[in-house]
């Protein structure tokens, strides 16, 4: 293990103790442990890649934001998602078929990407096999074994976000 790994004890210091506390009354321990998880793996993708981001957690996700001082707006190009739907929402998958079954196996935590189109995501998908599941105000990706499998969707919303 590198000396600054991230793992998911170290990731849930991120939050603050009053967080951590919603988090546990709020979502199953399942849940909590692959959101931390995938958070973990995210950021040391971000470390490996050398990518300018930091991350801004909230009691429903952890976003990444840009750290370039040169740019005037705070942009994020993709975060993880704790919980994929609100409770009152009507969720549908990308066929426009509603989704019923809110359990972890087939509601994981997700990755949201900001700034791509559907039709970048489709590109990607042809590419690199990234398979996207929803298309709202942003794309969501369940988040494959690990992270880094998304990694070319990750890098192209990199990318397109910093101007690289």
């Not at 958070?39 to 981001?53: C, F, K, P, S, Y």
């Amino acid at each position: 293990m590198a000396v600054n790994e991230w793992t998911t004890d170290r990731v849930k210091d991120l939050w603050s103790n009053e967080v951590r506390e919603y988090h546990k009354a709020n979502y199953p321990e399942d849940r909590r442990n692959v959101f931390y998880k995938r958070v973990a793996e995210t950021l040391n993708l971000i470390e490996t890649e050398g990518w300018r981001l930091t991350p801004k957690p909230n009691k429903q996700n952890c976003a990444f934001y840009l750290l370039d001082r040169s740019i005037t707006r705070t942009r994020s190009p993709f975060g993880i998602l704790l919980h994929s739907f609100l409770p009152q929402a009507r969720p549908v998958d990308r066929n426009g078929e509603r989704i019923s079954d809110r359990s972890i196996s087939s509601n994981p935590p997700r990755i949201f990407v900001r700034g791509i189109t559907q039709e970048e995501a489709e590109q990607l998908e042809c590419e690199y096999g990234c398979n996207f599941f929803a298309v709202s105000r942003v794309i969501h990706y369940n988040i494959p074994g690990n992270v880094s499998e998304l990694l070319p969707v990750l890098e192209f919303a990199y990318k397109k976000h910093s101007g690289n």
